[in-house]
Every structure is written in C-alpha cells, then in structure tokens.
C-alpha cells in the first residue's frame, strides 16, 4: 500500500520560486506514474505535471511549462516540484498523486492515491 505526504508550500511573492516535495511511503509494483495537482475553491482539479516511477519522461500542463518542473529522488522516494515565475493565478491547494496508468495522463482521474495537500499562496 503506497501513501503521499506532500509538504514545502508557503506564501511567496510573484515571480518567487517554491519548491514542494511529494514522499513517497511504501510501494505498489503498479504505480507507474506520480502526478501533481493544484485545486483552487470552486474549479475543478487541474493536473500540472507527471513523471514516471524511475524518474523519466516528464509531462507538463500547458499552463506551466517553462515555469515549472517535476522530477524524482529514486533513493529518497520523492518527487519535487520546483516552481518558478509563480503569478497569483498559482495559488491553490497542491497535491500530489499516484497513478498505475500504462500511458503519461496528467488528467486527476487517472491518479487513485491522493495526499491531503500543501498550500501555495503567491501575492502581486
């Protein structure tokens, strides 16, 4: 049985940089792919970016590519990520997420186990 514990959210300035941090507890021979998320109150869940388990073939929503990156530390079991030039439109709930899908899909439907969230605030 695998759980998420995300952390490494805070209040920033725009054009700041964050970095958050997923830790991954035990392990599931078919997680495949581990995701981040960001909810703000009232929209639906958006899916920013996913990696797969040994770390490679990173994908990214449109609305942050070139601002933000994923990446894996195999021997930690974390998964980063970094975030820069955050803009007020940033700011929500961030989650990260495990997925058993064979294929990368950023979309949160694909994601099963879910962490309870770190929270980004970024102001003008």
């Known amino acids: 049985q695998v759980q998420v514990v995300e952390s490494g959210g805070g209040s920033v300035q725009a054009g700041g940089s964050l970095k958050l941090s997923c830790s991954i507890v035990?392990?599931?021979?078919?997680?495949?792919?581990i995701g981040w998320f960001r909810q703000v109150p009232g929209k639906e869940r958006e899916g920013l970016a996913t990696?797969?388990?040994?770390?490679?073939?990173?994908q990214y929503a449109d609305s942050v590519t070139g601002r933000f990156a994923i990446s894996r530390d195999r021997a930690e079991a974390v998964v980063y990520l970094q975030m820069n030039n955050l803009t007020p439109e940033d700011t929500g709930m961030y989650y990260c997420?495990?997925?058993?899908?064979?294929?990368?899909?950023?979309?949160?439907?694909?994601?099963?186990?879910w962490g309870q969230g770190t929270q980004v605030t970024v102001s003008s």
């Open positions: 990696v797969s388990v040994s770390g490679t073939f990173p």
């Open positions: 997420a495990t997925s058993s899908s064979p294929t990368p899909r950023i979309a949160p439907a694909y994601y099963s186990t």
């Open positions: 035990g392990s599931s021979p078919s997680m495949t792919w």
